[in-house]
Nanobody
Framework: QVQLVESGGGLVQAGGSLSLSCAAS????????MAWYRQAPGRQRELVAV???????NYADSVKGRFTISRDNPKNTVYLRMNSLKPEDTAVYYC?????????????WGQGTQVTVSS
């Protein structure tokens, strides 16, 4: 069993900052990619940022230059630093980790954390 536990969401004014973290625990040999997704009401879940085990990153165009994803491999933890937040960043943010087990890749999701940006 693998669990992803997120923390750090909340309410912030436009222009403010928030940091999210997500710790993976359980039967883990290694983690391939870790990522943050978000889902706003009435919209599909979308990729926000992804980071490989080697530290390579990729971001959605809408957050480039404002958000930074990072990870601590020994702690199996991924972070998302969000600066210059906008009301359109309001969503439930989900952590995703692709776990390597028996030569196969298994995706796992966190429970989600609400981020609300007021104008």
């Amino acid at each position: 069993q693998v669990q992803l536990v997120e923390s750090g969401g909340g309410l912030v004014q436009a222009g403010g900052s928030l940091s999210l973290s997500c710790a993976a625990s359980g039967s883990i040999v290694s983690i391939n990619t870790m990522a943050w997704y978000r889902q706003a009401p009435g919209r599909q879940r979308e990729l926000v940022a992804v980071i490989t085990s080697a530290g390579g990153t990729n971001y959605a165009d809408s957050v480039k230059g404002r958000f930074t994803i990072s990870r601590d491999n020994p702690k199996n933890t991924v972070y998302l630093r969000m600066n210059s937040l906008k009301p359109e960043d309001t969503a439930v943010y989900y952590c995703n980790a692709v776990i390597v087990r028996s030569g196969n890749l298994h995706p796992y999701w966190g429970q989600g954390t609400q981020v609300t940006v007021s104008s």
